[in-house]
T-cell receptor, first 112, second 115 residues
Framework: TQLLEQSPQFLSIQEGENLTVYCNSS?????LQWYRQEPGEGPVLLVT?????EVKKLKRLTFQFGDARKDSSLHITAAQTGDTGLYLC????????????FGEGTQLTVNP | GAVVSQHPSRVICKSGTSVKIECRSL??????MFWYRQFPKKSLMLMAT?????????EQGVEKDKFLINHASLTLSTLTVTSAHPEDSSFYIC???????????FGSGTQLSVL
């Protein structure tokens, strides 16, 4: 059983469209992170959310942490071809120190 | 931000040989380093957690004799894939952290291809 359920796994959209990626769990996390990864590279941290109900914006990206700290979402407005990549959510459980648990990832393709 | 250097970035080896991958924290001391394995367009699977000066903790299903981890200093951890076989071909990534996950930094990965 995957601790962090991420959906959708694959998403192909046209430039200019909006999209949302979801990350859900039955477990509570002390923090949740979103990463973007390009082929042949390591993941790059986009944001960390730590407070239930927290909303963070990074230009066209909006991140939300659920009130119960069990789920999160990433919304991209007016997607661009440069947004193409693998998006990963990862959580830290309160009892696991710095051990990250990753979701299955969402492969986003933005077509021109 | 902090830098984690991982090398080699790509290695091709013959079946039966051993391959060592290094992960270095360049500008900070990492109390904990993590090793992950990743298949194409899939997520990262945690293989093991290594703490400086102690034995690594392996995830269920990961053979510790196959994937040897050494964390001899606060800036260096190594993963050695022993007697590599084609099924070991994968993208291996390390991360290094201090304290909490908010300060976890990733290397750029190593693509291992075993012929």
């Amino acid at each position: 059983t995957q601790l962090l359920e991420q959906s959708p796994q694959f998403l192909s959209i046209q430039e200019g469209e909006n999209l949302t990626v979801y990350c859900n769990s039955s477990s509570v996390f002390s923090s949740l992170q979103w990463y973007r990864q390009e082929p042949g590279e390591g993941p790059v941290l986009l944001v960390t959310v730590v407070t239930g109900g927290e909303v963070k914006k990074l230009k066209r990206l909006t991140f939300q942490f659920g009130d119960a700290r069990k789920d999160s979402s990433l919304h991209i407005t007016a997607a661009q071809t440069g947004d193409t990549g693998l998006y990963l959510c990862a959580g830290v459980k309160e009892t696991s120190g710095s051990r990250l648990t990753f979701g299955e990832g969402t492969q986003l393709t933005v077509n021109p | 931000g902090a830098v984690v250097s991982q090398h080699p970035s790509r290695v091709i080896c013959k079946s039966g040989t051993s391959v060592k991958i290094e992960c270095r924290s360049l500008d900070f001391q990492a109390t904990t380093m993590f090793w992950y394995r990743q298949f194409p367009k899939k997520s990262l699977m945690l293989m093991a957690t290594s703490n400086e000066g102690s034995k690594a903790t392996y995830e269920q299903g990961v053979e510790k004799d196959k994937f040897l981890i050494n964390h001899a200093s606060l800036t260096l951890s190594t993963l050695t894939v022993t007697s590599a076989h084609p099924e070991d071909s994968s993208f291996y990534i390390c991360s290094a952290g201090v304290g909490f996950a908010e300060k976890l930094f990733f290397g750029s990965g190593t693509q291992l291809s075993v012929l």
